[in-house]
Each structure stands twice: as structure tokens, then as C-alpha cells.
């Protein structure tokens, strides 16, 4: 009988653990009840590895606008195209002295959008180093800029076409509710993310380091060893390393696609549109593990004139054991600060009358 009783409750266990992975909404409901722990809370890069010398509790930076009531802000909108280092828990409207503050990813696409008249609107176009040679090898168009919030035109259905639509519709729900492509990842989060079982992950991850030479295929390590980064920065078959070869030519293209980019926001009513390359952790901490190709030195060279852009890799160089977490491949609060300081400092410069 208590066999049963346990058999019991472990298949109740993981069918309900089952359903939280596997649903969306149920599981970043549990997230932010604080009914799961964060996944990222040792950060993204000791999420990776399980390696115990780079595992530290991420902590939240102060926001320099926390609690200022908006009529004492600039009467200024930015808005943003960006990648993770503006998601909002990074950088959200607390940490500028603006009005309006709006980010969306570079995934998003057709962003409908009112821009306010009455205040200056200004568009900020930031990727990470080893994601420039994807975003500025195009012309991209996140935002849909529209004089009111637009809708399908109505057009007569039969009665199958409704029961048609009604069906597609239901179907992307149910696949939400019980289906999600993150399933794999949220189970492994759900199973294994206790404090508990981390000295496990640890020992493995440590073992297979000192006697393979190995980590976790999503991360690699400097050649001294003391400093872990993503993948994609080092991997030199990839365009998203800083050691891959980048030709002059391929520069150039990169400048003439966000100089097409700026020029379209503009003519749909952004008064001034800056870029931002944040350089990759690898390009600050390990620029001699390969050979450094130089991306953001040489994109600022060529676009000089052409556009402004928010220039922190100078004093990311001059400040290289501050400016990267040691268990992220994202910014310290130190980092964030220069990033946020020189973006603030740039837009006051944009705006001034010539």
C-alpha cells in the first residue's frame, strides 16, 4: 500500500513538473511568485558551466532615476532596439532622465508605434559585438511608426472561414498552455536548479575540466583559465567571434546599412537615431587569446561623420577587471554605469542647437 502511495505521489511529481516546463505562462507565473528559483541567479555563464570559481549571486544595480517623478525628467522619448543587455531587469526607465522609455528586441518585428510630437523622440539602436556583424549586415525596420494603432481591415467570412480562424486561434493557445520549444530547458530548471543539488554539478564540472580539458559546450574559458565567456565570442568558425577574420569590405557594408537604417527612422520621425556597440567580454579580457580583428574600433573609424555612436570601449579597456561579471557574460554595475553615463551624455550632445 505505500509502495503505491509513493508511486503515487513521485508520477503526480512529475507529471506537474511536466506541465510547468512545458506551458509558458504556467512557468514564468512560478517564476514571478518566487515559486521556482531564478535560473540565472549565479548568472548566465555559471548556468552554463557549474563551474564553482565563477559562481556568484547576481545583484541588482542602483537606478539613478528610481523614484523621480516624471516632470522633473527631460521631455524626451527614447526608445530602443536591443538585445540582452536591455532586458528590463538591466536597463529600464529608472536608469535614464527621460520622459518615455520604450525597448524592444531585435527579434520584434512590425512594432506599431504613436510617436508623441509634443516631446523629442529619439531611437537607439544597441547589439552586442558578437551579434553586429548579423544585426548591421542588413537594413533592419523594427519599429512600424503609425499616426493610430492599426488593425486588420474587416473583411466578410463565411461561416467555415470563422470556424476556421477559431480553430487556428484555440490552437496557438493550446500550444502555449502545453507546448513551448523552451520545454527541455524549463524541465532541466525545474529538476535540477535546487541549491541542493548544485555541489553535484559542481564536482562533475570540475572533474571533467581537470581531467578533460572541458566545459560545457555553451562556454569556454581563457587561456589563463580565469575568465569564462560565451561560446559564440571565441569560436573562431563563427562570425560572432572577435577572433574572426573581418575584411574592410564588410565594414563598409555594416556603415552603409545602419547610415540606410538611421535615415529611415528618420524620415518616419525620429528627430536623432544613435548606435551602440557593447563590446564582447572576450574583446576586453582575453584580446590576445586570438587574433583580435578590431570590430568596434574600426566600425567607429568608418562612421565617423556618418552617425553618432556610444563609445564605451575605451574606458572598458582602461577599466577590463571592473567592467565584466565574473560569473556573466554580461556588465558589472561599474560596467552598466559607463554604458548608461556615456548613452545619456551622447543624447544631451545630439540634442544641443548647432
Wanted: net charge positive; charged share 25%.
Amino acid at each position: 500500500m505505500i509502495k503505491k502511495i509513493v508511486v503515487g505521489l513521485v508520477l503526480v511529481l512529475a507529471w506537474f513538473a511536466l506541465a510547468i516546463g512545458a506551458s509558458k505562462p504556467l512557468y514564468y507565473t512560478l517564476l514571478r511568485q518566487n515559486l521556482l528559483n531564478e535560473n540565472e541567479r549565479y548568472g548566465d555563464m555559471y548556468r552554463f558551466s557549474n563551474l564553482p570559481q565563477f559562481k556568484q549571486l547576481q545583484i541588482g544595480c542602483k537606478r539613478p532615476y528610481d523614484g523621480v517623478d516624471s516632470s522633473k525628467k527631460q521631455n524626451v522619448a527614447l526608445y530602443s532596439i536591443g538585445d540582452s543587455f536591455l532586458e528590463e531587469w538591466r536597463i529600464n526607465s529608472n536608469d535614464f532622465p527621460y520622459k518615455f522609455y520604450k525597448n524592444i528586441h531585435w527579434h520584434d518585428e512590425n512594432i506599431q508605434t504613436i510617436l508623441d510630437t509634443n516631446k523629442t523622440n529619439i531611437l537607439l539602436l544597441q547589439c552586442a559585438e558578437r551579434h553586429a556583424r548579423e544585426r548591421f549586415g542588413k537594413v533592419p525596420l523594427n519599429y512600424k511608426i503609425v499616426k493610430s494603432y492599426e488593425s486588420e481591415p474587416w473583411l466578410p467570412r463565411s461561416r467555415l472561414q470563422r470556424l476556421s480562424d477559431l480553430i487556428t486561434e484555440n490552437w496557438k493557445t493550446f500550444k502555449e498552455f502545453v507546448f513551448t520549444p523552451e520545454t527541455a530547458d524549463h524541465l532541466e530548471h525545474v529538476f535540477f536548479s535546487a541549491d541542493w543539488l548544485l555541489p553535484l554539478k559542481e564536482s562533475k564540472a570540475s572533474l571533467t575540466l581537470n581531467l578533460f580539458d572541458r566545459v560545457n559546450t555553451s562556454a569556454s574559458l581563457s587561456k589563463d583559465k580565469k575568465h569564462i565567456f560565451y561560446y559564440k565570442d571565441t569560436d573562431t568558425a563563427l562570425i560572432n567571434s572577435c577572433y574572426s577574420r573581418l575584411e574592410d569590405k564588410e565594414l563598409d557594408g555594416m556603415v552603409a546599412n545602419v547610415d540606410s537604417t538611421i535615415k529611415a527612422y528618420k524620415r518616419l520621425g525620429f528627430q536623432q537615431v544613435i548606435v551602440s556597440i557593447i563590446p564582447s567580454k572576450a574583446s576586453i579580457l582575453a584580446p590576445t587569446d586570438g587574433v583580435y580583428n578590431h570590430l568596434i574600433e574600426r566600425f567607429e573609424t568608418k562612421a565617423e561623420g556618418k552617425f553618432p555612436i556610444v563609445n564605451v570601449y575605451k574606458e572598458y579597456t582602461q577599466n577590463r577587471a571592473n567592467v565584466f561579471a565574473i560569473n556573466d557574460t554580461h556588465w558589472t554595475c561599474f560596467g552598466k554605469n559607463i554604458w548608461v553615463n556615456n548613452t545619456t551624455d551622447l543624447i544631451d550632445l545630439v540634442l544641443k542647437p548647432k
